[in-house]
């Protein structure tokens, strides 16, 4: 499932758009199981379908870049990485929420009918924010 959200934004610093972080989804993923979820690494590998040492190695890089953030004051941007979502997702321009669609046609919001929506696993795999 794609992630809640695209990033966060640091409060407080203003003009920072060019000394953004950028997570991949992978290292995003890897915060959500180990410290989110307080999956072990080992779970967390199977989930991810990664070695253990994979995993860890992602971890570290995705714990840098949000130390790197938080010291630096630097934005973090949500994009990219070797990630492929099992579902369709889609997000509701109108009353924002997510939802799975299958189908070639223009996917309607299920819950305001809006046809205002665009598709998550393009904005996070090819990076758009």
Not at 44 to 68: D, G
Not at 110 to 123: M, V, W, Y
Request: proline fraction near 4%; charge should be neutral.
């Amino acid at each position: 499932m794609p992630p809640a959200i695209k990033g966060m934004s640091v409060t407080g610093v203003r003009g920072r758009k060019s000394n953004q972080v950028f997570l991949l989804l992978e290292e995003y993923e890897t915060i959500r199981l180990l410290d989110y979820q307080m999956l072990n690494q080992e779970q967390a590998a199977v989930l991810m379908q990664v070695s253990r040492p994979t995993l860890t190695r992602i971890y570290e890089e995705a714990r840098r870049k949000v130390a790197a953030s938080f010291v630096e004051g630097r934005d973090i941007v949500v994009k990219g990485g070797k990630v492929v979502f099992e579902e369709e997702w889609f997000s509701c321009g109108s009353c924002k929420n997510r939802f799975r669609h299958q189908g070639e046609e223009q996917p309607v919001c299920p819950t305001c009918g809006s046809e205002a929506t665009e598709s998550l696993n393009d904005l996070f795999s090819t990076g758009q924010a």
